[in-house]
């Protein structure tokens, strides 16, 4: 399956955060998301100098689980996955917003994507 994960770089700054591919960071999660699932990190515009899109994806690799005792962490006491980074850019997005539109109906929390788009997106982050 794939998710459309929101990033507001105002809460937390995935571009001064993330160390590189295989950095691994907690995410809101959905019941139904599972180990191997691809996670979309959309930035919104939140953040005037940076445009919106989709700028890293990675993979589920533990949970979903209700995070406990990080009292700092916007995951705590919520359901959460793990997301290992497979890819992250810091110029232009991979996917621009306007893009995102086609197959992602809402920007605001974690859902699956339809999954007639998967062909598509997994073309725009050329992972065929």
Known sequence: MIYFEPVNLKQWDMFSKVSGVGHVEPFLATKSMEYGDLVLLHVGQQDKRVKSGIYAFGTVVDGPFILHDHPDDYCNEKNTVM??????????????????????????????????????????????
């Open 83 to 128: 997301v290992r980074f497979d890819k992250i850019i810091y110029g232009n997005p991979l996917i621009s917003h306007d893009e995102c539109i086609s197959f992602c109906h809402q920007f605001r929390t974690v859902h699956c994507i339809d999954p007639k788009y998967y062909s598509e997106i997994i073309e725009k982050l050329k992972l065929r």
